[in-house]
């Protein structure tokens, strides 16, 4: 009686794992025809040209960082640019890398803010509001220090914030490894991960984002949401002023261009707190979006459904359903947004990774974020689990 009942348990345990497979399997299909779409979209150029001023916060000399923020000291845009780097310290490195950059392009205004006062936990939003007294034009971008744009990107920024509701303008981003195999990996999960979703998200209406990669808005706008004071003590900074404009009655543009996030993981371990603490920030503010984002793990639910069934019979075919519209999507990733090409092999054990990171995150509310534990209350606000705050 007792190998019956077990029976029907791993059965049904399969049956439902196979299921949700099947939808995972769906929503991989619905991504492909999503990324397609984004990808023929055609980039609309500004109209006029405002002079735009653009908020670089720093904080240590990050692998690649010169690179990185030259791309955004060479773009084709016609207006002015007003480049503000801004840190908090006097001995912070990244000052040095910012005086290479304005020394070596000469054409661009440049301003360098050192101050260490701080408005809340989170360091670079009290960076943010040191460099605001700075602002000199009508058009506000910032983007993270990790972030390498073509030079179109604030054509095509401004272009977009141009559209008749937008109050925001976000961009969306893929992975660029620049520290072996860990670093891969990172890039991957925003790749076969983060992309897709997104542009799922926001064909259904269901994703409305802002992303650090860049926000650009109307100075008015700046101001309308309280400058950038009210986000101070949030982990999730660029996702809160996201809401704070939409709160507005204005919405968030994506212009089609994707820029580049350098991944620098260079451990296990880096890996891993940095994909959790942003898994169960995303759990905190989205808790009914980020649980259905379970549904995306075809792979991994197709595995458990397959142990469960004795490897045997339906499961095999719940498996190479998922791995021919994974593999499907990571090509067409690839061709239309240009990621990079990676190994089947890769491309599995990202997606197990994945599904690891995502159970993990329902079992603890803490985070460590710049070498201090955190843990995120409700909203996405900082609780510091240490006294000593010192950046």
Known sequence: MQSVL?????????????????VGSAYAL??????????????????????????????????????A????????????????????????????????????????AFDLVIDAAVHGINGKVSNLINMARTIRHDVVVLADSDIVVPASHLSQVVGALEEEAAGLVTCLYRGAPIAGVWSRLAAAAIDLHFLPSVLVGTATGL???AFGSTIAMRRETL????????????LADDYAIGRAVRDLGMAAAIPPIVVEHLCSDASFRALWHHELRWA??????????????????????????????????YAWGAVALALACRLLLWRTL???????????????????????????????????WRNFGYKIGLGGTMVPLKKDLKR
Do not use: W
Not at 223 to 234: L, R, T
Not at 280 to 308: E, K, Q, Y
Not at 336 to 355: E, K, N, P, Q, T
């Open 6 to 22: 077990n029976g029907s348990f791993f059965s049904i345990v399969s049956l439902f794992c196979v299921a949700l497979s099947v």
């Open 30 to 67: 619905v991504a492909v025809h999503c990324v397609r779409r984004f990808a023929s979209r055609r980039p609309k150029l500004p109209s006029a040209n405002p002079s735009v001023t653009l908020l670089k916060p720093l904080y240590g000399d990050e692998p690649g960082l010169e690179a």
């Open 69 to 108: 923020l030259a791309t955004f000291c060479s773009q084709d845009y016609r207006g002015k640019v007003q480049i503000v780097f801004g840190v908090q310290s006097p001995d912070d490195p990244a000052i040095a890398v910012a005086k290479t950059l304005m020394a070596s392009y000469p054409e661009v």
């Open 207 to 209: 994703a409305r984002p």
């Open 223 to 234: 101001s309308a949401i309280g400058g950038f004071a009210p986000f101070a003590d949030h």
């Open 280 to 313: 169960r920030t995303i759990r905190l503010i989205d808790p009914a979006g980020f649980l259905g984002s379970g549904l995306t793990h075809a792979l991994p639910f197709a595995a458990i459904g397959l142990v469960f069934a004795g490897f045997q019979g």
């Open 334 to 368: 690839v061709r239309c947004l240009h990621i990079a090409r990676r190994g089947i092999g890769l491309v599995i054990v990202r997606d197990m990774l994945s599904f690891v990171v995502f159970v993990a995150s329902f079992l603890a509310f803490r985070v460590r």
